[in-house]
């Protein structure tokens, strides 16, 4: 089951959790994000932007799981996207050659890998699963929550994080096993990253306004 | 019943074919060289493990050119629905290099990895599913415990796993300014080791239900397996091993074995100072007696992505054969090693099960347990 969805966007971040008050908010300056992580990151101001991103989402939908903020569960990671690591790629190789092609920078080398921002997200939210980028060449969201769910259910991992993220917008799902009376998510057909954020930043929007 | 590995061939700096790895492991000598590759720049090393007459047609890829022949025995061969998985870390990275050295940004959208795993279903014929699989120098063992799920799972009954690594100007670039490159071949659990060799190469095995599989030469079961994560470091290992022993422990647990059930360690063995070290805890820590363990590094290099797939094709071949390799530059184990690594082959009795190991940046680990076809 999705327990929880947050995604985080250039204008609005958001939460839906049935389990817990859902909100939307204007998205804040980058100084002020750490607030949203709401622990202390190491590095975290070296972090790509999406890293960032990926990083503030994830701390939503995690306190379904921690809601004092020690995880006691085994969760992984996964995650999907079309570039997989391709504009990081070129941000280290830009640079290299910039410099002369003799020496590159370590710091933007680690990021060169599709599975660099989910370690980035192990070691500041303590994740010890699994961690993997899975990228379908169809119905690629399909495919990462069942991957998912399957890794769940076969005991790899208590709980999973799928991070589904590209230029615009990071999308960050919780799953667990089915628990009986907890409420899931139900997630829109089909849809970028982009359009679901959208589609739950319309339905937070509208449950406000009914209240 | 546990999916089985019933094909599976490689290229690497040995040549072309299982036998050319096994044939060079075992005679004991490195095919690293010196490589002028990069002789203009100003590299850390000059060694590297590159694949022989490997023919790059202008426009192509080398992880292209290298699958392209690897994999031509099996165009049209295969039931067209088979699903496939594709395991990389870089892919074709020289597309990256190309649109920065051109100033054409829009060459780099060829550098997706779904572009090569799109050319190589056309190539071999295939319109089942298609996935990208990565998880840094985890990634093929990664993609089989995946792979070995779907079976498990009555998602297909085969999946083809393949992957690859080419080495390039921006990985050889990026691992000299990590200062992880040694300036001789890699001595993998050596004493004096003091870094690791890059090296390329391609690698698939195709997996199938039990109950479809034929005893093949090499044909192994997954009994198990285990993923996890250190959330220690981005590049440095959990210097007690944490992540590796309970990927290990997982492993054990999912295929019903006790440590004692182990019969020899295909270990990732980096020749780095503090993988080496952390493996050494991980295998102490979990297994606790020694049993012949191997790193295939010192022969081929490190090659990324496939390296996962390649230890797996060794194990399964060392089953077969009653014997483990050496460990290629091996001379004065490290005091950890001692007892587990060597630098001559091993004999085994009655060896049914191997333990393969990888692990990788961002604290990746995983662990997978091989049986012989009619082990335990």
């Not at chain 2, 700096?13 to 990069?38: E, H, K, N, P, V």
Request: aromatic share 6%.
């Amino acid at each position: 089951m999705i327990r929880s969805l947050a995604w985080f966007c250039a204008d609005h971040y958001g939460l839906y959790s049935p389990a817990r008050e859902s909100f939307t908010r204007p998205t804040p300056a980058a100084e002020e994000l750490l607030a949203i992580v709401n622990r202390p990151v190491k590095y975290f101001s070296r972090m790509t932007r999406e890293t960032k991103a990926g990083l503030c989402a994830a701390s939503l939908v995690l306190r379904d799981l921690a809601p004092d903020g020690t995880l006691r569960q085994e969760v992984g990671l996964l995650a999907a996207g079309e570039d997989g690591c391709v504009p990081a790629n070129q941000t280290y190789f830009h640079d290299y050659v910039t410099a002369g092609r003799s020496m590159g920078r370590g710091n933007l080398f680690i990021y060169t890998l599709p599975t660099s921002t989910l370690g980035e997200l192990a070691i500041a939210l303590a994740l010890t699963g699994p961690t993997m980028y899975v990228h379908a060449d169809r119905a690629p969201l399909a495919t990462l929550l069942h991957q998912a769910m399957q890794l769940v259910a076969d005991g790899e991992a208590e709980a999973i994080l799928t991070l589904w993220s590209n230029a615009e917008a990071s999308v960050c799902m919780l799953l667990q096993r089915d628990v009986p009376g907890m409420a899931s998510i139900k997630l829109p057909e089909s849809g970028s990253p982009l359009e679901i954020a959208r589609a739950f930043y319309d339905k937070v929007s509208a449950e406000a306004s009914r209240e | 019943m546990s999916p089985v590995i019933v094909q599976s061939d490689c290229v690497t700096a040995y040549g072309w074919g299982t036998d050319a790895l096994w044939d060079g492991l075992m005679s004991g000598r490195t095919a690293i060289r010196t490589s002028r590759r990069f002789a203009d720049r100003a590299f850390l090393s000059n060694q590297l493990a590159e694949v022989p007459e490997l023919v790059v047609r202008p426009g192509e890829s080398r992880a292209m050119a290298m699958l392209s022949r690897l994999l031509s025995p099996l165009v049209n061969q295969l039931d067209s629905a088979t699903p496939i998985i594709l395991a990389t870390t870089v892919g074709e990275i020289e597309y990256v290099e190309q649109s920065v050295l051109d100033e054409s940004p829009e060459l780099a959208i060829r550098a997706r990895p779904q572009m090569l795993l799109g050319r190589l279903k056309q190539w071999l014929g295939l319109s089942g599913p298609g996935l990208v699989f990565s998880s840094a120098c985890a990634s093929s063992t990664a993609a089989l415990t995946r792979a070995a799920a779907m079976i498990t799972h009555n998602e297909a009954s085969s999946v083809l796993v393949v992957s690859c690594d080419a080495i390039s100007e921006f990985v050889y670039s990026g691992f000299s300014t990590l200062l992880s490159l040694c300036e001789s071949p890699a001595s993998p659990f050596d004493a004096s080791r003091s870094g690791l060799t890059l090296g390329e190469a391609a690698a698939y095995a195709l997996v199938t239900r039990d109950d479809r599989a034929s005893n093949q030469r090499d044909a192994v079961s997954v009994l198990g397996w285990g993923n996890t994560t250190d959330a220690v470091h981005m590049t440095a290992p959990d210097r007690y091993a944490g992540g590796l022993q309970r990927a290990i422990g997982k492993a054990l647990t999912m295929a019903k074995l006790t440590p004692a059930d182990v019969d020899l360690i295909a270990a990732h063995g980096t020749a780095t100072l503090y993988s080496d070290a952390m493996e050494m805890v991980a295998f102490r820590a979990a297994l606790a007696e020694p049993r012949p363990t191997f790193s295939i590094k010192g022969g081929i290099g490190h090659t990324l992505a496939p390296t996962g797939l390649l230890q797996t094709i060794i194990a399964a071949r060392s089953l077969s054969q009653g014997v483990t390799p050496p460990v290629v530059g091996l001379s004065i184990p490290d005091e950890s090693a001692i007892g587990w690594a060597h630098g001559v082959p091993m004999k085994l009795e009655n060896a049914d099960v191997a333990l393969a190991t990888n692990s990788g940046f961002g604290g990746v680990n995983t662990a997978v347990l091989l049986g012989k076809r009619s082990g335990k």
